[in-house]
């Protein structure tokens, strides 16, 4: 069965578009354009509406990224989005994660109770919110801040929350194939 990602050819390139994917490139460390951005470059108005998020939410803040892409990936196999949990257990592996820990994202969406509990208390908030988002509570945020998260990473925790869902949505809309790329740093990360 075609499927939107595989129905289009890649976008025309245009020097708006080049300077889009090259922006992409930069804010994930990515060798290359991943395919998710290369299919939505076909609707660059709505291109230019989901840059922001990586960009913003996932590239940028106070939070560090590593937990963020451990957010995303648990949230990314919670709602069986094999593109997003792929890609980004190789940006996971980039920035030191453990097998263990992405193996505890993958089939638990969490990390291990043996890892370090700030963490795992931010992952577990997000993983709640991507499942029912008004189901946070007062409790929630006074674990958090206990925990030593301030409001920014708080408030953080819940973007990322959102962005991973937003993420997923839109790759599993389009049945995006993952990238060989990707594939390969998964292959090549596992094997060592």
């Given at each position: 069965?075609?499927?939107?990602?595989?129905?289009?050819?890649?976008?025309?390139?245009?020097?708006e578009?080049e300077?889009?994917?090259?922006?992409?490139k930069?804010e994930?460390?990515?060798?290359?354009?991943?395919?998710?951005?290369?299919?939505?470059?076909?609707?660059?108005?709505?291109?230019q509406?989901?840059?922001?998020?990586?960009?913003?939410?996932?590239?940028s803040?106070?939070?560090?990224?590593?937990?963020?892409?451990?957010?995303?990936?648990?949230?990314?196999?919670?709602?069986h989005?094999?593109?997003?949990?792929?890609?980004?257990?190789?940006?996971c592996?980039?920035?030191?994660?453990?097998?263990?820990?992405?193996?505890s994202?993958?089939?638990?969406?969490?990390?291990?109770d043996?890892?370090?509990?700030?963490?795992k208390?931010?992952?577990?908030?997000a993983v709640?919110?991507?499942?029912?988002?008004?189901?946070?509570?007062?409790?929630?945020?006074?674990?958090?801040?206990?925990l030593?998260?301030?409001?920014a990473?708080?408030l953080?925790?819940?973007?990322?929350?959102?962005?991973a869902v937003?993420?997923?949505?839109l790759?599993?809309?389009?049945?995006?194939?993952?990238?060989?790329?990707?594939?390969?740093?998964?292959s090549?990360?596992?094997e060592?």
């Amino acid at each position: 069965m075609k499927t939107i990602s595989t129905i289009f050819e890649n976008p025309a390139v245009t020097p708006e578009l080049e300077n889009t994917f090259e922006t992409i490139k930069e804010e994930l460390g990515a060798p290359f354009v991943p395919h998710f951005f290369q299919v939505w470059g076909d609707a660059p108005m709505a291109l230019q509406g989901i840059v922001p998020a990586m960009k913003y939410i996932l590239g940028s803040g106070v939070l560090d990224r590593k937990l963020k892409e451990m957010i995303m990936i648990a949230i990314s196999s919670l709602k069986h989005c094999n593109y997003c949990e792929t890609a980004h257990q190789v940006f996971c592996y980039s920035m030191g994660a453990l097998p263990e820990q992405i193996e505890s994202l993958v089939n638990a969406h969490t990390l291990p109770d043996s890892d370090n509990p700030k963490d795992k208390a931010a992952i577990d908030f997000a993983v709640k919110l991507s499942k029912k988002p008004n189901l946070s509570s007062e409790e929630d945020f006074i674990t958090l801040k206990t925990l030593g998260y301030s409001k920014a990473e708080i408030l953080e925790i819940i973007a990322m929350s959102g962005m991973a869902v937003f993420y997923s949505h839109l790759a599993d809309a389009t049945k995006i194939n993952v990238d060989e790329g990707f594939i390969a740093a998964l292959s090549d990360t596992v094997e060592d």
